[in-house]
Each structure stands twice: as C-alpha cells, then as structure tokens.
C-alpha cells in the first residue's frame, strides 16, 4: 500500500475518532509461531502508532523476533467501526516514564485525586518502559456504511450477478 493511500485512510474522520481511542489490540506472533492479540492502551501521534509496556514484558521478545504486528481499533456500537492497520514495531527502551504512557491513560474517569496517586504508583513501580512504535504500513477502516469488509464486498457483487441473471 503506497504512503499516500495510508495517509488518506487515517485522515478519515471516522479513522481520526478512532485513533484517539484509549484502546487498541496488538496481534504479533510467538517465538513458537502461535498468534497472540492483547488489548493495550495507545497513542497516535499524528504518524505513529505509541504503545507502552514494562520493561519485561513477554511481549518484547516475541516482538523481537519478529516485528510485523496488527492493530485494530473499533467500537462496541452497531454498525461498528473499525480501523485495521498493519505494520512493524520498532522497541524504544526508555528510562523513566514515557510521555505517551501518561497521555495514553489520559482519558480513563479519574478524579484529579486519583490521577495524582495513579502517576506516583507508576513513577515508583517502573524504573523504565518501553516504547512500542509501529508506523503504519497499510490501513482499512471498514464502518459498514461507505466501506465493508472485503469478503461482504464480494458476496454484494456474486448477489447482483445473480440477480442480472
């Protein structure tokens, strides 16, 4: 997929209310070549995907061994709406807490009380983090009203050729 499609895509109103969810799924594969998706919280910084996890995470060196992972983005409404992007994780080792981290949890019901006593628990839990950056390198957004999954696409299709018929 060229940049410029990807760029358009995520320029999408709906793919920029999607993208400034607290949420995401992070699918990558095990180091014994099984599938895994975990939900993690996110960040999209205008080009990148920030993902953020400690320092000994399991994940790190499945993602290690190979770095090509999917997100998705989506609501719990009907129709819903998702955004799929595929990419690769690039690991940044960060001391301390990375900005993005204390962003990403930005949005969660919190009082001004409780944000101050969740920032000290996680300044004194994590001597450093990690930062988990993937650059887009192909993106769908499907929301069933202009855009479909592709295997919908193609039963619309055989359905009107039948009816041509």
């Given at each position: 997929?060229?940049?410029d499609?990807?760029t358009?895509?995520?320029?999408?109103?709906?793919s920029?209310?999607?993208?400034?969810?607290?949420m995401?799924r992070?699918?990558?594969?095990?180091?014994?070549?099984?599938?895994?998706n975990?939900?993690i919280?996110?960040?999209?910084?205008?080009?990148?995907i920030?993902?953020?996890?400690s320092t000994?995470?399991p994940?790190?060196?499945?993602?290690?061994?190979n770095?090509?992972?999917?997100?998705t983005i989506?609501?719990e409404?009907?129709?819903?709406?998702?955004l799929?992007?595929?990419g690769?994780?690039?690991?940044?080792v960060?001391?301390?807490?990375?900005?993005?981290?204390l962003?990403l949890?930005?949005?969660?019901?919190?009082?001004a009380e409780q944000?101050?006593?969740?920032e000290?628990e996680?300044r004194?839990?994590y001597d450093?983090?990690?930062?988990?950056?993937?650059t887009p390198t192909?993106a769908?957004?499907?929301?069933?009203?202009t855009?479909?999954?592709?295997?919908?696409?193609?039963?619309m299709?055989?359905?009107?050729?039948?009816?041509?018929?």
């Amino acid at each position: 997929m060229r940049p410029d499609e990807i760029t358009e895509i995520l320029n999408r109103p709906i793919s920029r209310e999607l993208l400034a969810r607290a949420m995401t799924r992070l699918a990558y594969v095990a180091k014994d070549g099984t599938p895994r998706n975990i939900p993690i919280g996110f960040t999209w910084n205008g080009s990148k995907i920030v993902m953020c996890t400690s320092t000994n995470a399991p994940k790190l060196a499945h993602l290690r061994a190979n770095p090509m992972v999917a997100l998705t983005i989506d609501t719990e409404v009907h129709p819903p709406k998702i955004l799929l992007i595929r990419g690769r994780a690039e690991l940044d080792v960060v001391d301390g807490i990375p900005e993005e981290y204390l962003q990403l949890n930005g949005d969660y019901a919190m009082t001004a009380e409780q944000r101050v006593e969740w920032e000290r628990e996680v300044r004194s839990l994590y001597d450093g983090m990690v930062r988990i950056v993937v650059t887009p390198t192909w993106a769908k957004l499907i929301d069933f009203e202009t855009t479909l999954p592709s295997a919908v696409e193609e039963l619309m299709r055989q359905r009107e050729e039948r009816r041509r018929r």
